[in-house]
């Protein structure tokens, strides 16, 4: 709540977007409680960040660093990202935007984290893994997919 009240005592000409970033670890409960205080009306949010890095290690992991502490990001992250951005879009009734992160590199991929309930999506570990072109294939690839396909459905 402060972080709101502060944004809204900012002398400006528009408002300044506040979104929360979550991550991917988080029980039922948190969940719900994340869900309660978002959608109450002094605590609204603009936007929810789904997700941040996870903590845990999915057993598909192959490196000798497997086993670092630390957050884990990219393509290990990517269904479980989606399954929450799926859960985040029903609990809010889909009233807070939210933007898709975890697992992102491909056209396929956004579209995957829109038909889950993303309103947009981040890059983040693809323009490290691929570098700073990524995004422009990524969108070439993307307007090719929606030309050809009468199938992809994006929009609630």
């Given amino acids: 709540m402060a972080v709101l009240a502060a944004r809204d005592k900012l002398v400006t000409t528009r408002k300044v977007p506040v979104a929360l ?11 719900k409680d994340i869900v309660e205080v978002i959608t109450h009306p002094k605590c609204k949010v603009d ?27 990219g393509a290990p992250l990517k269904d479980m ?16 935007p939210i933007i898709g992160v975890g697992g992102i590199s491909t056209a396929e991929d956004v579209i995957e ?6 309103t947009a999506v981040q ?16 969108n070439s690839s993307l307007s090719e997919l929606l030309k050809k396909s009468s199938e992809v459905k994006v929009l609630p």
């Fill in 21 to 31: 970033k979550i991550a991917p670890d988080l029980t039922e409960e948190e969940k």
């Fill in 47 to 73: 936007g929810l960040i789904i997700s941040n890095t996870t903590v845990s290690r999915p057993g598909s992991l192959v490196s000798d660093h497997k086993t670092e502490v630390g957050g884990l990001s």
């Fill in 81 to 96: 990202s989606t399954k929450m951005i799926r859960e985040f879009k029903t609990m809010t009734k889909g009233k807070i």
């Fill in 113 to 118: 984290k829109l038909e889950a309930g993303a």
């Fill in 123 to 138: 890059l983040y570990s693809a323009f490290t893994l691929k570098g700073p072109f990524v995004a422009k294939e990524i």
